[in-house]
């Protein structure tokens, strides 16, 4: 039987190993993302919490870590230097490339997942996805390029450009400006899985003369930050963060640190991803992670329901203009958001399962409230990672209900059940959705909210939007390797 297991040179796998209390434990076997078996084992009071390998159930380090006692929060940012507010959005998405487009369909609660025709996956056992169809680089990619380009980073510099534009940063307005104090940090977990592919088979079928010369660079990870550069001279701080899912938080998080240190005046943040190719998708269903409901794909993602059976794999790319106050002021820009901070950990526990007691994502929530001044009474709304796995959701709902004692006014809402996880876009698309519902004052639905589990007891918005004035929201994104990334945004005060 499959298990996803960390492997060492020699071949032995090492399982986790969750400890009970000093005279015992329990061993859990994984069929990809799902605990399948148990094994009560004897431990003695004097067990040596190190690695070791077997070629059955060996057992793993313990991790002794507590969170942060929940203190009165410092006061927020006050220095228009270090206030970062957001002052333009953009993005790619299978509602299109209009960000109110995109938000309308969120709260009409309209799912974007269709069976697959990009390729022939007749045979997978996964035949659907958040796939974008009809999608257009018309005025923003000349056609040599868009050609050549994998959609990974067309979808960068689509959505990159409409978000510049959206924040009148067009580019007779940056021949304006000083271009080496704006820069670019648009992540991918991913990079460039089809010229990835594509370069691989060459190679297997014809030779390495058959390779493109743009097998590698339109592979690598970093060169959507590159290309948009390019296109637009802007010369700041330039690269990309790959940490799977969580990417574009992470990129969220660091840009904002650029401009707070002073290295920069606006960032051009986010994170773009197109894996739903063969490659990508067989990928996922050796992982076992992805839901198999072929029949009724519009209602496969469904967080936090009982009958949920794994995530929608998605793609797409979100992106946000970060900008100082102080330079957003003196050039009149519309300021529709604020930026208040984030934290990132790692749960250093396992490569695709999350830790049960969810101590590195409410670490992580905590380490973002302090970054941002802000309180856990201060916090009315969180959009949630929620893929719609059976250990992921409830691990994030218990570090939820770990940092906010009352979460009776609290709502909680799950993007990725009308548009799938878009991997390392996901939190750019996500954070739109927040900025979006600060503005209009409306959350959209969670999707697909049939037989919720009985230990989520916080408002999930279930199938129909409602109104909600957003005091603090804070995004969740997290990703294989135990990456964890949490980003707070709030309505602009002056």
Avoid at 78 to 99: A, Q, Y
Avoid at 183 to 196: D, P, R
Wanted: glycine share 12%; net charge neutral.
């Amino acid at each position: 039987m499959a298990s996803i297991a960390t492997t060492c040179s020699s071949g032995l796998i090492l399982r986790r190993k969750e400890s009970i209390n000093n005279n015992g434990g329990c061993v859990f076997q994984y069929n990809g993302l799902r605990a399948i078996e148990a094994k009560q084992i004897g431990v003695s009071s004097g067990f040596n919490h190190g690695w070791s390998a077997s070629t059955s159930a060996s057992k793993s380090r313990a991790i002794k870590a507590m969170a942060a006692p929940t203190v009165s929060a410092p006061k927020r940012e006050t220095d228009p230097k270090k206030r970062v507010v957001i002052t333009g959005m953009g993005l790619v998405s299978v509602f299109g490339n209009d960000v109110d487009t995109f938000y309308d369909k969120l709260l009409e609660g309209q799912s974007g997942i269709t069976l697959i025709d990009r390729f022939d996956a007749s045979s997978f056992t996964v035949r659907f996805a958040g796939q974008i169809r009809d999608f257009s680089s018309v005025g923003y990619i000349d056609g040599k390029n868009d050609r050549r380009l994998d959609d990974c980073w067309r979808y960068c510099l689509v959505a990159g450009k409409k978000a510049l534009e959206d924040a009148n940063l067009g580019q007779e307005v940056l021949e304006t400006m000083d271009k080496t104090r704006i820069g670019v940090l648009v992540g991918s977990g991913m990079g460039g899985l089809t010229a990835f592919s594509n370069g691989v088979e060459a190679l297997i079928q014809k030779g390495y003369k058959k390779i493109t010369p743009f097998f590698i660079p339109y592979s690598i990870t970093n060169m959507g930050s590159a290309l948009l550069a390019i296109d637009t001279g802007l010369m700041g701080p330039n690269y990309s963060i790959s940490t799977a899912c969580a990417t574009a938080n992470y990129c969220f998080f660091a840009a904002a640190n650029h401009i707070r240190r002073g290295e920069a005046d606006i960032m051009v943040a986010g994170g773009t991803e197109a894996a739903v190719n063969a490659t990508g998708v067989g990928g996922f269903i050796a992982c076992r992670a992805l839901s198999q409901r072929n029949d009724e794909p519009h209602k496969a993602s469904r967080p936090w329901d009982q009958n949920r059976d794994g995530f929608v794999i998605g793609e797409g790319s979100g992106v946000l203009i970060m900008e100082s106050l102080e330079h957003a002021t003196k050039r009149g820009a519309n300021i529709i958001g604020e930026y208040l901070g984030g934290g990132i950990t790692c749960d250093a526990h396992h490569m695709t399962d999350p830790r049960k007691d969810g101590l590195g994502v409410s670490s992580c929530i905590t380490k973002c409230l302090e970054d941002a001044g802000v309180s856990p009474e201060e916090v009315n709304y969180v959009n949630c990672h929620a893929t719609s796995t059976l250990a992921g959701d409830l691990a994030e709902v218990n570090a939820i209900k770990k940092i906010f004692k009352d979460t009776s006014e609290m709502k909680m809402n799950g993007t990725k059940s009308m548009i799938g996880h878009g991997l390392g876009a996901a939190g750019g698309l996500e954070a739109i959705a927040c900025i979006k519902a600060i503005n209009t004052g409306w959350l959209h639905p969670t999707i697909n909210q049939d037989n919720l589990e009985p230990q989520v007891d916080i408002d999930t918005v279930p199938n129909v939007k409602k109104q909600h004035e957003v005091n603090v929201a804070i995004s969740n994104s997290f990703g294989f390797g135990g990456h964890n990334s949490v980003v707070a945004f709030a309505p602009f005060k002056p």
